[in-house]
């Protein structure tokens, strides 16, 4: 299990040089080389995407608890933000979001260190793929879902009724409820135009997940037992 930054730090420097490997070998190894190094089995990973207001984060947390995995998140962009060398609030533009083309030029140029679009989604993929061939990983949002080879892992999707959604987010930001829809709506719109944009995929097609969980009828231990009774089938249909 992955416990600190400079583990994942070492972890990308593996991978890279891993990576290295391959090519070299697949190139002076000719076909069958590329045959036998063209697949490294990766995992076991569960990825959870939520929609805006749900209890992902406490899902993936109770699931990645009861499995003794790390949850990773935040640390993504961490990650990212030490590999090119860029303070996280800038990087916060690109996370998630996607970006038109003027918007991306104009902040390369006036904003100091912005590493543009294209960077920031070649080193989350890097980043997400290095830790899912660690293993072991509770991974939340970014298309962990779309960019990972779906056989070595768990991917679920965790929704909740709307009105739901709008309290919780009032309540955890201590705003009116008006607010907070718009909020919801908002941070929902920017999501699916990224998922759309980068994956060229409908963040809500079911195809994309292995298990939908409504939080708005079942509690967080429950779904948490649906995951961990779930993932063992998965991933023994893939072995």
């Not at 987010?169 to 135009?193: F, G, M, N, S």
Request: proline share 3%.
């Amino acid at each position: 299990m992955i416990t600190d930054p400079s583990h994942l730090e070492r972890l990308l420097d593996r991978q890279a040089a891993l990576w290295e490997m391959r090519r070299r070998l697949s190139k002076e190894g000719g076909a069958a080389a590329r045959e036998k190094m063209a697949h490294l089995a990766e995992g076991p990973w569960v990825s959870i995407s939520k929609q805006v207001g749900c209890q992902g984060m406490e899902l993936a947390r109770l699931v990645a608890g009861r499995l003794d995995w790390q949850v990773f998140d935040k640390q993504i962009l961490e990650a990212i933000a030490r590999e090119t060398h860029t303070r996280e609030r800038i990087l916060s533009r690109l996370d998630g979001r996607a970006v038109g083309v003027l918007e991306d030029y104009l902040s390369q140029l006036l904003v100091p260190g912005d590493p543009g679009q294209v960077t920031f989604l070649q080193q989350m993929v890097r980043v997400i793929w290095t830790v899912a061939r660690e293993g072991h990983a509770v991974f939340v949002g970014r298309g962990a879902n779309w960019i990972l080879d779906a056989r070595y892992g768990l991917r679920v999707r965790v929704v909740a009724p709307f009105e739901t959604r709008i309290r919780a987010v009032a309540q955890a930001e201590k705003i009116e409820l008006d607010t907070a829809k718009h909020r919801v709506q908002q941070e929902e719109a920017i999501l699916a135009k990224f998922t759309r944009k980068v994956f060229r995929r409908d963040i809500d097609d079911p195809l994309g997940y292995d298990l939908m969980l409504n939080l708005g009828d079942l509690d967080l231990e429950t779904a948490a037992s649906v995951v961990l009774t779930a993932l063992p089938g998965k991933l023994a249909k893939t072995a």
